[in-house]
């Protein structure tokens, strides 16, 4: 019997929520998350975008500047708050939403998401994709960065959880469950195959960069 994940994503969210004032701190104390920033101006974004799980608007700005239009959301309302202090692009629209209720209501040439897949528990994953297909235009691509396997040493793994889990804490002492899936380039790459998607990950640093093309539209 499988276990629901329903009150683990709850806490996940909550802590996103909690946490929105320390959610830049790696960005500014790691410098390959700095570099790896960069790495939008080599992919190819362009068009009308969908960012998912946008957090304090790290990235919308450089999608942004390749985009005719970009749509950022996220669930937490503070994090959304701070991106949008940040993002001063005309073409960028936020949204409030939670991925995994959220339907996208038109589709899109390029759909992004950064440390977003890591959170999305095994068991939503093919429906998440799908959801991703649906909201991409034809020859759309997704395109999505995260954590590969190696990070999993610099967090604090839970066992016995619904979902793969780690614990974090904030500043105030207060502790979150939250989903944390270390995956696999090449494991995720067969497992999209599996869905019918064309997909390319290579591996950057300890983290990952994949441009999926969706399965062949039913005519």
Same mark, same amino acid.
């Given at each position: 019997?499988?276990?629901?994940?329903?009150?683990?994503?709850t806490e996940q969210r909550a802590y996103y929520r909690a946490g929105a004032a320390?959610?830049?701190r790696p960005?500014?104390?790691?410098?390959?998350?700095?570099?790896?920033? $960069? &790495?939008?101006?080599? /992919?190819?974004?362009? *068009?009308?975008?969908?960012?998912?799980?946008?957090?304090?608007?790290?990235?919308?700005?450089?999608?942004?500047?390749?985009?005719r239009s970009v749509t950022a959301v996220d669930a937490a309302a503070e994090v959304l708050a701070l991106a949008r202090a940040r993002t001063a692009?005309?073409?960028?629209?936020?949204?409030?939403?939670?991925?995994?209720e959220w339907r996208p209501p038109r589709r899109y040439d390029t759909v992004f998401f950064a440390f977003w897949l890591s959170h999305v528990p095994p068991r939503r994953?093919?429906?998440?994709?799908? $959801? &991703?297909?649906?909201? /991409?235009?034809?020859? *759309?691509?997704?395109?999505?960065i995260d954590d590969g396997p190696a990070a999993a040493a610099e967090e604090d793994i839970l066992a016995n959880q619904p979902a793969p889990a780690a614990l974090r804490r904030l500043d105030d002492g207060s502790q979150y469950r939250i989903v944390k899936v270390f995956h696999d380039p090449r494991t995720l790459t067969d497992d999209l195959t599996a869905l019918g998607w064309s997909v390319h990950i290579r591996p950057v640093a300890g983290n990952f960069i994949g441009i999926a093309e969706p399965p062949a539209k039913k005519p």
């Open positions: 019997m499988q276990m629901d994940d329903d009150a683990l994503l320390q959610y830049d960005y500014a104390e790691r410098e390959d998350l700095r570099k790896l920033l $960069t &790495v939008v101006d080599e /992919l190819p974004i362009a *068009g009308e975008v969908l960012e998912l799980a946008c957090g304090t608007g790290q990235w919308t700005p450089r999608l942004a500047a390749r985009a692009s005309s073409n960028v629209q936020f949204l409030e939403a939670d991925l995994f994953l093919p429906e998440f994709w799908n $959801t &991703v297909a649906a909201a /991409l235009a034809p020859g *759309g691509k997704a395109i999505f």
